[in-house]
């Protein structure tokens, strides 16, 4: 009885281990016929995301890729070619069968631009974005009066200038926490003695911000702009923030 059960359980695993095996030949032989007539080389690459830079520009990068077979795309070196484009912050590829890659791109927004030689731009996170046509019809603050040595201001890379980096800073406050003001400004520059001053774009208005404690005085401006009422900041020629709780004011004459 005991040798039957025995015999009985080795033809059932002989017959598992045959269609087992059949079935990976079937899928072999399927997989080697679909690569004979071309079924999964890849013809579709498909980019999305994209604002600044044109999708030609993200095709010379595509073009210097060797991307045939989906199965031996590598989604990670694709990633990374395309990362190494300052404007690119992040990438995602997927694949999608049987002959389709989709590229997302996170592109970084410039915050402001750098008053040098060449228009460089400055994204949230104080990294230095090229020249580029952008610059030329953006409605962002220009930043004056800072270090202009070039060797401050890599492309692709974080600035090195302590000071542009909190300019950022006080810019990322205003776009996040006052957009009203942050949309008017024309300038955000250093006077001669090292102060932040705010230059909006009609007549203009100017703001002296100071050295220090910088977020209380934002806060105090945003407060005073909400009880002028139907007035507004550009009402004025001048405010000075420079003193402590107090805020000094001179109409235009």
Do not use: C
């Amino acid at each position: 009885m005991s040798k039957k059960k025995k015999q009985k359980f080795s033809l059932r695993q002989i017959i598992g281990f045959g269609l087992s095996l059949l079935f990976f030949l079937i899928l072999w032989g399927a997989i080697k016929w679909a690569n004979y007539r071309q079924v999964f080389t890849v013809d579709d690459i498909q980019i999305s995301g994209y604002e600044i830079l044109d999708k030609k520009d993200y095709q010379k990068i595509i073009d210097r890729i060797d991307i045939r077979s989906i199965h031996n795309a590598k989604l990670h070196d694709i990633a990374e070619a395309f990362e190494t484009n300052p404007f690119v912050k992040a990438t995602r590829v997927s694949r999608h069968f049987p002959n389709r890659i989709k590229i997302n791109i996170v592109e970084r927004k410039p915050l402001a631009i750098l008053n040098m030689d060449s228009f460089l731009m400055i994204d949230g996170n104080a990294f230095v974005l090229p020249d580029h046509q952008y610059s030329q019809s953006a409605l962002i603050p220009i930043l004056s009066g800072f270090n202009s040595a070039k060797d401050l201001y890599p492309e692709g890379e974080q600035t090195y200038s302590v000071k542009v980096k909190e300019a950022v800073g006080i810019l990322n406050l205003l776009s996040s926490g006052f957009p009203n003001l942050y949309e008017s400004i024309s300038e955000l520059t250093l006077n001669k003695d090292d102060e932040y001053v705010i230059i909006l774009t009609d007549r203009p208005t100017r703001v002296i911000l100071g050295k220090d404690n910088i977020i209380p005085k934002l806060n105090i401006l945003k407060n005073f702009e909400k009880a002028l009422g139907q007035r507004q900041l550009t009402d004025y020629r001048l405010l000075d923030m420079r003193y402590k709780k107090q805020l000094v004011v001179r109409e235009w004459s």
